[in-house]
């Protein structure tokens, strides 16, 4: 297993370009989500951080129920 793929799985945050390829979605629509609060995020300095837990709760709530 290489080391980069260690060090990805043990990661709790994502920047934004990471989130949106994680989500399938543009990083224009996760702007739009993160400020509509849909999808928490954290900024430290001038990076924005997405935990991958907020993001694993989001497609959750996203699921259509029948």
Do not use: C, W, Y
């Not at 001038?46 to 991958?52: D, M, N, S």
């Not at 907020?54 to 699921?63: A, I």
């Amino acid at each position: 297993m290489s080391s980069k793929k260690t060090t990805e799985q043990s990661r709790i945050t994502l920047r934004i370009n990471e989130a949106a390829e994680a989500l399938g979605i543009s990083s224009r629509t996760l702007f739009t989500l993160l400020k509509s609060g849909e999808i928490p995020h954290s900024k430290i300095n001038r990076a924005v951080l997405i935990r991958v837990s907020d993001l694993e709760e989001f497609v959750q709530r996203q699921q259509v129920r029948k």
